[in-house]
């Protein structure tokens, strides 16, 4: 996670990545909210939902076209990125040249969140939580 901060730094704010509830809020990661209490608060779910749902379609759609990402990927952690990339770039050409990829089952439409409790917070962690939640709001 920590490489995913450091690109996300970069970008002083304007930028910022989905999570799930099992994942701690952060200026540079979004969660739902775990008890919605107004409209605006379930209309950010819903959103979040709507959005979580295609992010998880494309990983169906990855996993799919390349089994690799499915399994026990058998290098070494350092190279995962690297077969990641690789991946979404043999998609992106196969894609430009028309070569198109269904998926074989539907991805169930699943937006289910789990809430996954979280203890030992440093002070920088339960800063960067209020930072994420003040973000969430705007």
Same mark, same amino acid.
């Given at each position: 996670?920590?490489?995913?901060?450091?690109?996300?730094?970069?970008?002083?704010?304007?930028?910022? +990545? +989905?999570? =799930?509830?099992?994942?701690?809020?952060?200026?540079?990661?979004?969660?739902?909210?775990?008890?919605?209490?107004?409209?605006?608060? /379930? %209309?950010?779910? +819903?959103? $979040?939902?709507?959005?979580? !749902?295609?992010?998880?379609? &494309?990983?169906?759609?990855?996993? #799919? /076209?390349?089994? *690799? @990402? #499915? #399994?026990? &990927?058998?290098?070494?952690?350092?190279?995962?990125?690297?077969?990641? *990339? #690789?991946?979404?770039?043999? $998609? %992106?050409?196969?894609? $430009?040249?028309?070569?198109?990829?269904?998926?074989? =089952?539907? *991805?169930?439409? =699943? !937006?289910?969140?789990? %809430?996954?409790? &979280?203890?030992?917070?440093?002070?920088?962690? *339960?800063?960067?939580? /209020? /930072?994420?939640?003040?973000?969430? @709001?705007?």
């Amino acid at each position: 996670m920590r490489g995913i901060q450091d690109v996300v730094r970069r970008y002083d704010g304007d930028v910022c +990545l +989905l999570g =799930d509830s099992g994942y701690g809020i952060t200026p540079w990661l979004l969660t739902p909210f775990d008890e919605p209490r107004n409209a605006r608060e /379930r %209309n950010y779910n +819903l959103t $979040h939902a709507k959005e979580r !749902v295609i992010i998880e379609r &494309v990983f169906g759609l990855m996993k #799919s /076209r390349f089994p *690799i @990402l #499915s #399994s026990q &990927v058998r290098i070494a952690v350092k190279n995962v990125p690297n077969l990641v *990339i #690789s991946c979404a770039v043999l $998609h %992106n050409v196969a894609k $430009h040249l028309n070569d198109a990829w269904e998926l074989e =089952d539907e *991805i169930e439409n =699943d !937006v289910a969140e789990e %809430n996954v409790p &979280v203890y030992n917070l440093d002070r920088n962690e *339960i800063r960067n939580r /209020r /930072r994420g939640q003040q973000k969430r @709001l705007e």
